[in-house]
């Protein structure tokens, strides 16, 4: 059963986006990177964007900064509703006021995103003031008062570190402190933990939900490891060539996926403990964006496939408990309740 | 039965600055027997990729011994070693850094046979018959590794290991830089080979999960150390040294019921570098178990069960 839920104006919504369109004009074609993506994320709500390299997820959260380097890239179509207005429309001048106060980013490698000839309690600073315009000096002080909040053991010293005196944990614990300097609303973090050991991957996310939810602030988290979204994330957007193809609550989608790329996804995980002889795995390798074929983009790898998914592309089936999914044929894992 | 490797007591000191020593590899012994999968675990820089290489004399170990079928691996040089590289392969982890990509792939696997002398006229059957047994075909002969995924071009890395029929492949995180959706295919194919073709692997890699599925044992490394080495389902189902606890409390599980209930176990603190490392446990510092004896004396490898042991003054 099909249906449009009717969405209350919910208050609480941080962001919304709307058929977000980001495509890159290349010399092979134009790779259609984000076509067509929804959702929106509460106050206080972790997000997660999974799917794999080449899914989108990661230009997902760069279109949201308007960080998208153009040429070749163009956000071409849809809305990023946040704080009121439209930030497709925003100018450079609203778009820097809103970056690092109201919306900050952190990347999978702290190592390439802090300066490596400036301390860190300089480049911590800096967010007070450009955007407090506070003195050099009160802008130490609170950068050390943030490297304290994220834990960093002896913050005064270290704020007088240079990135590469730091350890891996440490330089993403630094990025995170610099992200919520001034309490953004929204905190989008890309793949935040992939480059760090296991031992720290579960200090550093420990750290990342804390914070997010004494201060409630909005958490975008995109990764590939469904480990972490198990952890971390209440709602899931799972992409593939650009589209979201499920949406759901993080219970249902690994209890009731109901889109084949889930359910492959889920099942061709080594598990501890699961002990067994061979992985299920998805055959096949995914699209070529610049390439994709007619009709729905995983029907190549997809064992439920049938002439109408090779033809036609699915649209978007939505059920009337939020679970959000884009498929001709769904697994029956969860069925509309009868009423 | 004899093993087909065994290391003595191997170590591998980097000289830093002027009177300082990176210990990498710091004395670890081990042995894999014949057609077995040792999986060797730890966190970056704990000397499991340097272990590996050593065991390959790729690069020259410091002191110890490493024994391959009764030949002693350290004292050979030129042609001697040429020879026994025709039994000792390797996989590496990120296949486009491993590829010449001036280099066709038909060109890339013969390569091999034409150095050793093997297959001789026939490199090129031979290159076809092994990329069938990957699952390409022999159309990609031709074609340079840029016009591959990274999932393919890992195929055709792991042809390439088997060009000269080895019976013994050093796997360094070959999974790693893999989507997700393709890792699973080429945890199979190894394992398929490994049982058609009886290899032994040393499968080096971060991940506790496919190392759980590769391996038929395993042996943690922390700060160039052994942890603990025990079967798999031992290591897995009752691990006694805090470091593998750690380590294993550590891995998210894909399933929110249990994650979201499950107690944060995050120990403190990160693997540091070996660099002149202070006496006692490596892992003093991070230990939730430590005591007074493990700062000042390094613990023994004990003997906990048949073929499983580890370094823990709590177990000695």
Redesign the interface.
């Known amino acids: 059963m099909t249906e449009r839920a009717p969405k209350p104006c919910d208050s609480s919504v941080v962001l919304r986006v709307r058929d977000l369109r980001t495509h890159f004009f290349t010399n092979e074609g134009v790779v259609k990177a984000v076509d067509g993506v929804d959702f929106e994320i509460r106050r206080g709500e972790i997000l997660g964007i999974v799917g794999?390299?080449g899914s989108g997820k990661s230009v997902t959260g760069l279109s949201l900064m308007r960080l998208v380097a153009s040429p070749p890239g163009r956000i071409v179509s849809g809305q990023i509703e946040f704080g009121g207005r439209d930030l497709v429309e925003a100018s450079t001048t609203e778009m820097q006021d809103i970056r690092g106060r109201r919306m900050s980013m952190i990347f999978q490698d702290p190592l390439t995103s802090l300066n490596p000839v400036l301390r860190i309690g300089y480049q911590v600073g800096e967010v007070f003031r450009y955007h407090l315009g506070l003195s050099r000096s009160k802008a130490l002080h609170r950068a050390v008062d943030m490297l304290r909040a994220t834990e960093i053991p002896s913050p005064d010293r270290r704020a007088q570190s240079y990135p590469y005196e730091l350890?891996?944990?440490?330089r993403q614990r630094a990025m995170i402190a610099m992200a919520l300097a001034c309490e953004p609303e929204l905190l989008i973090a890309d793949e935040p933990t992939t480059a760090l050991?296991?031992?720290?991957?579960?200090?550093v996310?420990?750290l990342m939900k804390t914070i997010c939810r004494e201060r409630q602030t909005a958490l975008l988290l995109i990764t590939?490891?469904?480990?972490?979204?198990?952890?971390m994330?209440d709602r899931v957007a799972v992409m593939y060539a650009g589209k979201i193809v499920e949406y759901t609550d993080?219970?249902t989608?690994?209890a009731r996926p109901a889109h084949p790329y889930t359910a492959?996804?889920?099942r061709?995980?080594?598990?501890?403990?699961?002990?067994?002889r061979?992985?299920?795995?998805?055959?096949g390798?995914?699209p070529r964006l610049t390439r994709l074929p007619a009709g729905c983009a995983f029907a190549p790898r997809c064992p439920r496939a049938q002439d109408r998914c090779r033809e036609v592309a699915p649209d978007l089936t939505r059920l009337g408990n939020g679970h959000q999914f884009r498929c001709h044929f769904p697994l029956e894992n969860d069925k509309e309740p009868q009423a | 039965m004899t093993p087909l490797l065994e290391v003595r007591n191997l170590h591998k000191y980097y000289p830093v600055g002027r009177n300082s020593r990176l210990k990498a590899v710091d004395d670890v012994s081990l042995s894999i027997q014949p057609g077995e999968v040792l999986g060797l675990v730890g966190e970056s820089g704990c000397g499991k990729t340097t272990l590996g290489r050593v065991i390959l004399s790729l690069q020259p170990a410091t002191s110890g011994e490493v024994v391959f079928d009764g030949i002693d691996v350290l004292s050979l040089q030129g042609k001697d070693l040429r020879r026994l590289r025709r039994r000792m392969q390797i996989v590496f982890q990120d296949p486009y850094s491993s590829f010449n990509p001036r280099m066709t792939i038909g060109a890339a696997l013969s390569f091999p046979m034409k150095v050793q002398g093997m297959h001789r006229g026939n490199e090129e059957e031979r290159a076809v018959e092994l990329l069938n047994r990957v699952g390409l075909d022999g159309s990609v002969l031709n074609r340079y590794p840029h016009e591959f995924s990274g999932g393919q071009l890992q195929r055709i890395g792991i042809a390439r290991a088997l060009t000269l029929d080895s019976d013994f492949i050093v796997a360094d995180e070959p999974v790693s830089a893999l989507d997700v959706s393709i890792q699973s295919q080429v945890l199979n194919l190894f394992k398929d080979l490994q049982e058609e073709l009886n290899l032994t692997y040393l499968f080096i890699s971060h991940d506790l999960g496919v190392v759980e599925f590769i391996s038929d044992r395993v042996a943690v490394l922390y700060m160039g150390r052994l942890a603990e080495i025990a079967p798999t389902e031992d290591l897995f189902g009752d691990p006694r040294h805090p470091y593998t606890q750690s380590l294993l409390a550590a891995v998210l599980h894909p399933d929110p019921t249990l994650e979201k209930s499950k107690p944060s176990m995050a120990i403190e603190g990160e693997i540091s570098t070996p660099i002149d490392p202070p006496p006692g446990c490596r892992f003093y510092g991070r230990c939730p178990k430590r005591m007074d004896i493990c700062r000042v004396q390094d613990p023994p490898m004990v003997s906990i069960g048949p073929r499983h042991s580890a370094a823990c003054w709590l177990h000695a």
């Not at chain 1, 590939?224 to 952890?231: I, K, L, R, S, Y």
């Open positions: 794999e390299s350890s891996g944990g440490m050991d296991v031992t720290v991957q579960a200090q996310l420990e590939h490891d469904m480990g972490v979204v198990a952890h994330c993080v219970h989608l690994f492959g996804l889920l061709s995980l080594p598990r501890l403990g699961a002990k067994l061979r992985l299920a795995s998805l055959e390798q995914p």
